[in-house]
T-cell receptor, first 113, second 111 residues
Framework: DAMVIQNPRYQVTQFGKPVTLSCSQTLNHNVMYWYQQKSSQAPKLLFHYYDKDFNNEADTPDNFQSRRPNTSFCFLDIRSPGLGDAAMYLC????????????FGPGTRLTVT | QQPVQSPQAVILREGEDAVINCSSSKALYSVHWYRQKHGEAPVFLMILLKGGEQKGHEKISASFNEKKQQSSLYLTASQLSYSGTYFCGTENDNAGNMLTFGGGTRLMVKP
């Protein structure tokens, strides 16, 4: 089945230690998104790629970076995680932006110790 | 700006109906509805693109009042499987804008 896969599902990192979360898709969608979702809150968009074009949300901290080496994969790098970065990180894909359904992966729960 | 959802939480008995509202302070181009079960990814329910448009999905339907800048999600004859948190996501223009999600409405259906 076509899907959005995130690895790992659970990640524990130390304060200040860089961490990378990965997302892959078999849907061949043009757009890939990264959202941060804290407990009992709405998903908050960090950035998205439309093909190779990177689009950063204005309020996304510089501590968060992303890479999309090809259509199928997208990575979220957190350069120096703080305690406030502990959250669920959701990857989503869509054919296009705006009017199109987004397909979400199962998420990676990040714990910062 | 984040759309406002109401109510924040609702508890139903199986078979009862519920309405979840989503309001924006900005003009809306589209409204998306997603349901997220605890510990799982959000799952798409429907998109509403035009003012006054209503869409249905099994016993879940929604309306979009462009003039009032709001959308409502209707759950009729609720089932246990409807439990979860419902998010509306709003798009504010027709330029491929990103979605901004509301704070969510937690729905619990009890037997």
């Amino acid at each position: 089945d076509a899907m959005v896969i995130q690895n790992p599902r659970y990640q524990v990192t130390q304060f200040g230690k860089p961490v990378t979360l990965s997302c892959s898709q078999t849907l061949n969608h043009n757009v890939m998104y990264w959202y941060q979702q804290k407990s009992s809150q709405a998903p908050k968009l960090l950035f998205h790629y439309y093909d190779k074009d990177f689009n950063n949300e204005a309020d996304t901290p510089d501590n968060f970076q992303s890479r999309r080496p090809n259509t199928s994969f997208c990575f979220l790098d957190i350069r120096s995680p703080g305690l406030g970065d502990a959250a669920m990180y959701l990857c989503a894909t869509s054919i296009g932006t705006g009017d199109y359904e987004q397909y979400f992966g199962p998420g990676t729960r990040l714990t910062v110790t | 700006q984040q759309p406002v959802q109401s109510p924040q939480a609702v508890i139903l008995r199986e078979g009862e109906d519920a309405v979840i509202n989503c309001s924006s302070s900005k003009a809306l181009y589209s409204v998306h509805w997603y349901r997220q079960k605890h510990g799982e990814a959000p799952v798409f329910l429907m998109i509403l693109l035009k003012g006054g448009e209503q869409k249905g999905h099994e016993k879940i339907s929604a309306s979009f009042n462009e003039k009032k800048q709001q959308s409502s999600l209707y759950l009729t004859a609720s089932q246990l499987s409807y439990s979860g948190t419902y998010f509306c996501g709003t798009e504010n223009d027709n330029a491929g804008n990103m979605l901004t999600f509301g704070g969510g409405t937690r729905l619990m259906v009890k037997p």
